[in-house]
């Protein structure tokens, strides 16, 4: 697919053609979108901290790597990342108060990625993948496939299909066993510990500080949110629990499972039969 067509435009012999949407010509993006059935990746991910040890770009460079792997494996192209996500939430990301945490308010959010989808649409694009990287941005990312799909019902496109997804959820059992070395874990207190260190190191060692890695306890919250914060739970170097037993090797085995896991969701999610939306809420919106 993708790599076919971009293939015949000609790049260098011997070079694998750029699976990067902004890397391509107007016209070999056209000439994409033209051949069909083109799959356009959107990395959403954070600038937020990730402990004394990780850099504050660990929400956009995991998911943009995991991106990649998945337009290579799908012939697809990857849409250049949203590198701010919503308001880091204490049990997810440490706060929104640690300096150099940059967030947009959860409207802000809901309107860039709609754009961005109504952008692609707009240009012929009928299958998008919303790829998240960072936990607070999820039901915004509902919300904007949500009203992306309400705008182009009422332009008359009918087969836009969008396929939101957060990364850590296609990480199967074998690897978790590996990455926490049989000990418990929760994906919420999963923040700058074992497996997105595990990873950065990975695809980015030059990126982290591996003198300061952290050995602290996991993090414990009340069941109950307060504002402003009570920031008195929360890890002050910023890791929610231990990355100590990181390592490069579990970083490759990330990525080596989630691609092509999550490549074949996609070709699932893409190729399932049917309209997904009622005749009836089509013909009231477009009324
Ligand atoms: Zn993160
Ligand atoms: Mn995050």
Same mark, same amino acid.
């Given at each position: ?24 010509? @107007? ?56 590198? /701010?996500? /919503? ?51 999820? @039901? ?26 957060? /990364? ?58 307060? /504002? ?60």
């Amino acid at each position: 697919m993708g790599g076919d067509h971009i293939a015949a435009s000609g790049p260098t012999p011997g070079t694998e053609p750029s699976v990067r949407l902004a890397d391509l010509t @107007w016209q070999e993006f056209a000439a994409c979108v033209a051949a069909g059935s083109l799959t356009v990746i959107l990395p959403v991910g954070a600038t937020e901290q990730h402990g004394p040890h990780l850099p504050l770009s660990t929400d956009v460079v995991l998911p943009v790597a995991v991106a990649e792997g998945v337009a290579r494996a799908i012939g697809g192209l990857v849409a250049p990342a949203i590198p /701010y996500g /919503y308001k880091s939430q204490p049990k997810s990301g440490g706060g929104n108060h640690f300096p150099g945490t940059l967030s947009l308010d959860g409207a802000t959010l809901v309107a860039v990625v709609r754009d961005v989808v109504n952008e692609l649409a707009r240009h012929g694009v009928r299958r998008i993948v919303l790829l998240d990287g960072h936990m607070e941005n999820q @039901w915004f990312l509902t919300e904007a496939a949500d009203l992306a799909q309400r705008d182009q019902r009422r332009e008359g496109v009918r087969d836009l299909r969008i396929v939101k997804l957060g /990364y850590w959820s296609f990480i199967d059992p074998a690897t978790l066993a590996s990455l926490f070395e049989g000990g418990p874990f929760t994906w919420e207190l999963e923040h700058a510990a074992v497996m997105e260190t595990s990873v950065m190191l990975h695809l980015r060692p030059d990126l982290v500080r591996t003198d300061r890695v952290p050995d602290n306890p996991p993090a414990a919250f009340p069941h109950y949110d307060v /504002y402003p914060f009570d920031t008195r739970p929360i890890p002050p170097d910023g890791a929610l629990s231990s990355p100590a037993r990181a390592a490069a090797a579990k970083g490759a085995r990330v990525l080596d499972q989630v691609v092509p896991a999550i490549a074949a969701a996609l070709a699932e999610a893409f190729n399932s039969p049917g309209d997904l939306v009622s005749k009836e809420r089509q013909a009231e919106e477009t009324r």
